[in-house]
């Protein structure tokens, strides 16, 4: 089979596997539509069932894709998808942001779904990298890789369609490396037009897994200097998201303590 080939599988199976997930989920809404149903950015009523959706179509498209990277991709995916959904459920309401918010916490004595997540998600990328690469320092780069490409997804997920065109953006380059990337590039679109439509949401679950996915892709199809470029700009990513965050959470407090 052709790199093409498997690529068109990956993808095909990935949107169609997303899409029938989530018409059963949207239709039976397990746990009571609570569970589900939540408010976007501008308000509007918008459901989570594209995001476990997403998660089912990442893992079911990643069999199709390049078998030396299947076990790294179901476990990174499944495992972030977990972690996310986790987040999604105990963590409604938590107004807190960041890796700093939620260490902070932990410091305290407080374990938060955003810190379970946030060691979740780390060690299933060290794992996913440990069957990608057989170097201590490489597997060490590739879960910075995979478990930052997870939260990078989930940080550019503010807008409707964010986090999926992202996906599909820096997933189409590592197509000319593997088939890998086809897989959450497949579910990302077929989660695009109810996301751009704002009738569901990816949630912590769908962007985490498709991010996660997207990282095993990365690390496949790089080298060292690869993994060390793309770590660094994760980094990056990560650092100045924790400082939007931190610059949102003064501007809130100062307009709580505002007099009216």
Not at 218 to 239: D, K, P, Q
Request: aromatic share 2%; proline share 3%; hydrophobic share 50%.
């Amino acid at each position: 089979m052709t790199d093409v080939t498997r690529a068109l599988r990956s993808a095909a199976l990935a949107a169609s596997v997303t899409g029938v997930a989530r018409t059963a989920l949207r239709r039976t809404k397990p746990g009571g539509a609570g569970s589900w149903d939540r408010k976007n950015h501008a308000g509007r009523g918008v459901d989570l069932c594209p995001g476990p959706a997403a998660a089912l179509g990442v893992a079911a498209g990643a069999l199709a894709a390049d078998p030396g990277t299947r076990g790294a991709a179901l476990v990174a995916t499944l495992a972030a998808g977990a972690c996310g959904a986790y987040d999604d459920v105990a963590g409604a309401g938590d107004e807190r942001r960041g890796f700093r918010a939620h260490l902070g916490a932990l410091r305290n004595g407080e374990l938060t779904s955003g810190a379970v997540k946030l060691f979740g998600i780390s060690a299933a990328g060290l794992v996913a990298g440990a069957l990608l690469k057989e170097r201590h320092v490489d597997r060490a780069l590739a879960g910075v890789v995979i478990a930052g490409t997870a939260h990078f997804v989930n940080l550019v997920d503010v807008r409707p369609g964010r986090a999926a065109q992202a996906v599909l953006a820096l997933g189409a380059p590592g197509l000319l490396r593997g088939s890998l990337a086809a897989a959450p590039m497949g579910a990302a679109a077929a989660v695009l037009p109810d996301d751009l439509a704002e009738r569901g949401m990816l949630g912590d679950t769908g962007a985490h897994a498709l991010g996660a996915a997207l990282g095993v892709a990365i690390v496949a199809g790089n080298t060292r200097a690869g993994l060390l470029a793309h770590a660094a700009g994760l980094v990056a990513a990560a650092a100045y998201g924790e400082r939007v965050s931190a610059w949102a959470r003064k501007d809130s407090k100062q307009a709580a303590n505002s007099p009216v």
